[in-house]
């Protein structure tokens, strides 16, 4: 099947958050694509409407052997469907756990830049952030964790919990085995719970594998937990479906508690029919995304080396945002988002939501038609060269 990614949607006044802009500007912040879902999953949500019954639903074997099933063929995972939790989301079943896995006043690390959701799940429920900054190598283009100082932040013993965002989100990283090895066994040794985000799993763009959490042997994860879900692989975030995989079992039962006393466990009507499609069906749109995706990062970084050589390029290993290097123009993101909105029609997002350590970043959205990429690129570039710090 042929799948179009090159017809813009019509999206302004539809509700969507993406497009809550200025009628003028081209919003590029958000990570939503602009791009219709798989017309597999449609199908799934259109039989379901049609019954017309729209009543309380539950959790069937059907959506976990789906999960299962695709982990396996994407992922090589193979773990069984007993380890798996529904949630409505990644960052509700997040916010639920610390709630019932930390005490407030408690440290829970987490490594900027990073998603800022991550920031306000801590402080909104009463904890303290630790932050581990990535080490940033401006000539490599490349970020790294600062080990040394991770351990001594998890050795404080008020530090109850981390927070690991693999890909990692905005910079684009994909963390090695080995990594994940050395951090899962720090969390071991001082007693602090491993969440891990793995949001952004399907969408590996280069060469290099995807590791899961889930895949360390089973010893060194007993203190840990992986979160997915189909919403940003297959653009239906407002679908609410998400996958908690917890292999020890104690923890199982408290994270189990901690859904369930969040009133994040309960699907609604469309949630079920559209992950089961999407794991079962998705694969060939995926696989056609990716690929347009690759062709959008090429183009994007071909045109900033030629239209804005000031700003240096990450390259994501994996997701469709691009981090955006512009300190040689500025090191106040938000003002040049501000400059940008206001007078180039280009809505990016600011660095600075993902932590102080991005405020000479801005993050791109490059997961639209190349008609929308384009000029998209050609306000920011204009723009940037308007500037003035």
């Known amino acids: 099947m042929t799948y179009d990614f090159t017809t813009v949607p019509p999206r302004r006044g ?15 912040w958000i990570a939503d694509m602009d791009f219709p879902a798989a017309p597999e999953i449609i199908a799934a949500m259109q039989a379901k409407v049609s019954a017309g019954i729209f009543g309380y639903e539950e959790i069937p074997p059907a959506f976990f052997t789906a999960a299962a099933q695709w982990n396996h063929r994407q992922h090589h995972l193979d773990y069984p469907t007993d380890w798996m939790l529904f949630a409505i989301g990644v960052m509700p079943a997040i916010n639920a756990i610390i709630r019932r896995l930390t005490n407030p006043g408690d440290r829970i690390v987490i490594q900027p830049p990073v998603y800022n959701m991550f920031f306000s799940a801590i402080t909104d429920n009463g904890r303290r952030i630790a932050a581990n900054d990535l080490v940033y190598d401006r000539a490599a283009g490349t970020f790294a964790i600062d080990f040394a100082d991770l351990e001594r932040k998890l050795a404080d013993p008020v530090t109850t919990m981390m927070l690991l965002c693999n890909p990692q989100n905005p910079v684009g990283k994909i963390w090695t085995r ?29 060469d290099r594998d995807y590791t899961s959490l889930a895949a360390l042997p089973e010893s060194m994860i007993q203190h840990a937990m992986t979160l997915f879900s189909p919403t940003k692989t297959f653009n239906m975030a407002g679908l609410h479906s998400a996958v908690v995989t917890v292999p020890n079992p104690v923890l199982r039962a408290s994270v189990t508690t901690a859904l369930h006393v969040g009133w994040v466990a309960e699907p609604n009507l469309l949630a079920v029919p559209g992950t089961i499609a999407a794991y079962t069906a998705g694969g ?3 696989s056609a995304l990716k690929g347009q995706l ?37 090191t106040d993101s938000q003002r040049l988002t501000a400059f940008l909105t206001k007078h180039a029609g280009v809505v990016p997002a600011a660095g600075t939501d993902y932590g102080a350590a991005g405020k000479q970043f801005l993050r791109l ?25």
């Open 178 to 206: 080995d990594e994940l090895l050395q951090i899962a066994s720090l969390c071991r040794r001082y007693h602090v719970t491993l969440v891990s985000d793995e949001i952004h799993r399907d969408l590996v763009l280069g």
């Open 294 to 330: 690759r062709q959008n990062i090429t183009t994007a970084v071909a045109y900033l080396a030629e239209h804005a050589p000031q700003i240096k390029v990450i390259v994501p290993e994996a997701s469709y945002l691009l981090w955006l290097d512009c300190g040689a123009v500025t």
């Open 284 to 286: 060939p749109w995926l």
């Open 14 to 28: 539809t509700n969507s958050i993406k497009w809550d802009v200025p009628d003028t500007a081209l919003p590029m």
């Open 365 to 389: 959205n490059i997961a639209c038609p190349p008609a929308l990429l384009n000029e998209g690129l050609d306000r920011l570039a204009m723009g940037l060269a308007a500037f003035r710090d």
